[in-house]
């Protein structure tokens, strides 16, 4: 079974430019969340999907969205770039609706590492 | 406000003895916890987790403790090996029914041959 797939795995921008990162679950998977990793931060979400809805946004600027389509893969966007917006972004998918369905546990892919210059 | 946290942002333990990583949370709505590892230039990959009516939850090498009142929980790995040496993350949904997980900053482990 094919694994959470993200594309591209890594890129390069410069200030003020827009980004498009896409994710592609696992097959049955219809659930999707994205999570930015920074050194400083950490792991923050950033949203989840399921079924084409997004359910949750964490508390990132309206600069950075999302959206799921029909056969549950994922893009995010990044508009405006700025050079703290560089980061591995993570995507995760999960087959049911919460942590609690199924073992709980989200797959993640490997991420997509932006550098924002 | 970080409402997970993980104090010790590295930890060192020779192969073959116990490695216990550490997590405290200040959200007392919080009632189900998951540990994530993750290893460079992978995503991360889930591990254990325990629901709030467990005080102990066991997988193996792996064994999930949490103290309720104390808001903490701990990673046990005993016996460790080397193949552990990665990041260490816990973890917790805001509630049922969501993926929204807040994550820990994480502890690195190094397990020494």
């Known amino acids: 079974k094919a694994g959470v797939t993200q594309t591209p795995r890594y890129l390069i921008k410069t200030r003020g430019q827009q980004v498009t990162l896409s994710c592609s679950p696992i097959?049955?998977?219809?659930?999707v969340s994205w999570y930015q990793q920074t050194p400083g931060q950490g792991l923050q979400f950033l949203f989840e999907?399921?079924?084409?809805?997004?359910?949750n946004k964490g508390n990132f600027p309206g600069r950075f969205s999302g959206r799921q389509f029909s056969n549950s893969r994922s893009e995010m966007n990044v508009s405006t770039l700025e050079l703290g917006d560089s980061a591995l972004y993570l995507c995760?998918?999960?087959?049911?609706?919460?942590?609690?369905?199924?073992?709980?546990?989200?797959?993640f892919g490997e991420g997509s590492r932006l550098t924002v210059l | 406000d970080q409402q997970v946290k993980q104090n010790s942002p590295s930890l060192s333990v020779q192969e073959g003895r116990i490695s216990i990583l550490n997590c405290d949370y200040t959200?007392?709505?919080?009632?189900?916890f998951l540990w994530y590892k993750k290893y460079p230039a992978e995503g991360p990959t889930f591990l254990i987790s325990?629901?709030?009516?467990?005080d102990k939850n066991e997988d193996g090498r792996f064994t999930v403790f949490l103290n309720k009142s104390a808001k903490h929980l701990s990673l046990h790995i005993v016996p460790s090996q080397p193949g552990d040496s990665a990041v260490y993350f816990c973890?917790?949904?805001?509630?049922?029914?969501?993926?929204?997980?807040?994550f820990g900053k994480g502890t690195k482990l190094s397990v020494i041959p």
């Open positions: 325990i629901s709030s009516i467990k």
């Open positions: 995760a998918s999960s087959p049911g609706q919460g942590v609690r369905g199924n073992t709980g546990e989200l797959f």
């Open positions: 999907y399921f079924s084409e809805t997004q359910r």
């Open positions: 097959s049955g998977h219809r659930s």
């Open positions: 959200n007392s709505m919080f009632d189900y």
């Open positions: 973890a917790a949904p805001p509630g049922a029914g969501s993926y929204q997980l807040t």
